[in-house]
């Protein structure tokens, strides 16, 4: 199997290889073959008892030493895993409001109000008064109201409620699945998976379902306080892949999940005080910040900081021999990269106390001293400069044109252009005649069990051409940006005419002169929200729940706890959602029969496993038919 089809990635990695470099590729294949157990998810070591484990194949134990049944057993880890992606988000979610808090409070100086705007209508929508008040008090009671929502509460989450249809919430509370605290639902799902807790495993998958939509909430909300905080996306031009660091600047990455350290990073690099640093170090381009990961996605649209990579291929940011510096906060960091940066003059830094590395320089960053701490980091990025081997530098010269930051405001605002009155008539009236088919949200992660950005490759070509709008968050936009899919050239190339028309329409209305891209970025993965309300506007506007819109979601290359509790929202809000790696469920015939159909006649959505990307493609496009013809559209 190739590594990647990126060509700038395979560049980096035979860079290192010659230098004798291991990588997450050649640590993948000495974990080969992997365990058959674990990837049936007939394994359990939830007790001391254990590890316990069952065969998929019927020989040997049928149950663990308590008495735990397959069934049960991938039950347990499923919910387990979407309770580990919730506490991730989670974690995201209160770092952001306790910043807006202190922001509120004026304990945090560098983090202003910078949108007013989507504050008051935020505050609007979880019942915070906004009437002669002021920006600060405003700020304080939404903070407040969105710590509420961590523990348990009697009334459902609000950043849940306030955000879905009222169909949703009638069709959650009918299955027993309102969360009413984010952490207390973790807490909850942990517990339920406990040795001599739920041992029924259609209940435990329940379970499941109400710790996702604790998730979600925990997304709509890191994606909230982040516009009130740094401001709402607009659509900005910049770059993407490898070729985007520059052998005469110093080169920064910023890579992991929270913009509050890698949004103040990119201001202060572009102070001039820091710039002329750099340069009398000898770096005549000055600073130069690049982004990995869903940090990337959140400078990328705020700031138009290009993109260098993404998750599986973070290495090789490094393996160019031109990064001075990797910062990482948290979320999806390779411990490996703390040994790769010692093979270079590469400072690897961390900065939150939750997420240290061995190896790694570690400088705490604090909301209170933001800006000094930034500027700490870069200090010690020039220092590295100074000892980068010049001998040792192979940046691929390989990028692509990258339009980026395409919030749910920016595309009800560019629709806007075409139908001020009813800004969401244009794009209605074109699902309804057929111009746009319907609607699909690539997210997720590249893994190594598939060849790099292939299946993101092929399955946007072939829904493109069948007149599918794309929308894109995480490191999914990240390969989609790669390869040059973030453009309006890509349109012109692969949509087809319906698409096409579409989107040439609305570009020449907010003045491009041309289509929109392809592929519209939305950001992080905390931001699948944006797409999630684009969908919600959609569906209240027609008087229809979400299950019943032409819209689905695709994971071609799920890697991370996190995708499969937004994997599983996805399904709760109705949305069919395909997987192209295949979950650790095999083993238990009863939770892939509820996570592939059962779940349908409750949700509305389902999984859908195929990893073939060609076969994924047409199962979406049938799906996307289906939806159609329930609404009375022509197929």
Request: charge should be neutral; hydrophobic fraction near 40%; include cysteine.
């Amino acid at each position: 199997m190739e590594k990647s089809i990126d060509k700038a990635t395979l560049s980096a990695l035979e860079h290192g290889e010659k230098s004798g470099i291991r990588t997450v590729w050649d640590r993948y294949a000495a974990q080969r073959p992997q365990c058959g157990f674990g990837e049936t998810g007939v394994c359990c070591r939830h007790c001391l008892q254990g590890p316990c484990r069952i065969s998929p194949f019927g020989h040997g134990p049928k149950e663990g030493v308590c008495g735990a049944n397959a069934d049960v057993m991938v039950a347990r880890g499923l919910s387990r895993a979407v309770a580990a992606g919730t506490s991730s988000h989670g974690g995201h979610a209160k770092h952001m409001a306790h910043t807006l808090l202190k922001s509120a409070i004026g304990e945090a100086a560098d983090y202003p109000i910078r949108d007013e705007a989507k504050l008051k209508t935020v505050a609007g929508r979880i019942g915070v008064s906004i009437d002669n008040r002021d920006i600060n008090s405003i700020a304080l009671d939404v903070a407040r109201k969105a710590l509420e929502d961590f523990s348990e509460k009697e009334s459902p989450l609000t950043w849940a409620a306030t955000t879905v249809t009222k169909g949703r919430v009638e069709t959650f509370l009918k299955f027993g699945v309102v969360p009413t605290g984010i952490d207390s639902t973790v807490s909850e799902s942990m517990h339920r998976t406990t040795y001599g807790v739920d041992s029924d495993p259609v209940n435990i998958l329940l379970g499941a379902i109400k710790c996702a939509l604790a998730d979600y909430a925990a997304c709509h909300m890191a994606t909230d306080i982040a516009d009130i905080l740094f401001g709402t996306p607009t659509p900005v031009v910049t770059r993407a892949n490898l070729g985007v660091l520059k052998k005469t600047a110093v080169n920064i990455a910023l890579h992991g999940h929270n913009p509050l350290l890698s949004d103040i990073v990119a201001q202060v690099s572009g102070e001039k005080a820091m710039n002329d640093r750099a340069k009398a170090a000898g770096a005549s381009d000055g600073i130069n910040v690049v982004g990995v990961c869903c940090t990337g996605n959140e400078i990328m649209m705020r700031h138009k900081i290009p993109m260098a990579t993404s998750s599986v291929s973070q290495e090789t940011a490094v393996l160019t021999g031109a990064l001075d510096a990797m910062v990482v906060d948290y979320q999806c960091i390779m411990p490996s990269l703390a040994g790769i940066a010692e093979c270079y003059h590469t400072k690897l830094i961390t900065t939150m106390p939750i997420a240290k590395i061995p190896g790694a320089i570690h400088i705490e960053f604090h909301e209170s001293s933001a800006k000094e701490s930034a500027r700490k980091i870069i200090e010690t990025a020039i220092e590295a400069f100074q000892k980068r081997d010049p001998n040792r530098v192979n940046i691929p010269e390989i990028s692509s044109t990258a339009y980026a930051g395409f919030s749910t405001e920016a595309i009800i605002g560019a629709l806007s252009l075409v139908n001020k009155e009813d800004p969401l008539k244009p794009l209605i009236d074109n699902i309804v005649s057929g111009n746009i088919y319907g609607v699909c949200l690539f997210a997720g992660c590249n893994t190594v069990k598939v060849t790099q950005d292939a299946n993101y490759f092929a399955m946007v070509k072939e829904l493109a051409k069948n007149n599918v709008l794309i929308l894109a968050t995480g490191c999914a936009s990240g390969a989609f940006g790669r390869h040059g899919f973030l453009t309006p050239e890509a349109t012109e190339k692969y949509a087809g005419p319906g698409l096409k028309a579409v989107l040439t329409a609305v570009g020449q209305a907010a003045g491009l002169g041309g289509p929109l891209p392809l592929v519209l970025h939305m950001g992080s993965c905390v931001d699948n929200s944006r797409a999630a309300d684009v969908a919600v506007a959609v569906a209240n506007k027609l008087g229809v729940d979400l299950h019943m819109l032409p819209v689905v979601a695709s994971a071609p290359e799920p890697v991370t706890e996190k995708a499969v509790a937004i994997g599983t929202w996805a399904v709760a809000a109705g949305l069919p959602t395909h997987l192209g790696v295949v979950p650790p469920v095999l083993g238990s015939k009863l939770v892939a029969e509820v996570l592939t159909s059962t779940v349908k006649d409750l949700f509305g959505g389902y999984f859908i496993v195929e990893p073939d990307p060609l076969k994924a493609a047409e199962k979406l496009l049938s799906v996307i038919g289906e939806r159609r013809k329930g609404l009375g559209l022509m197929a």
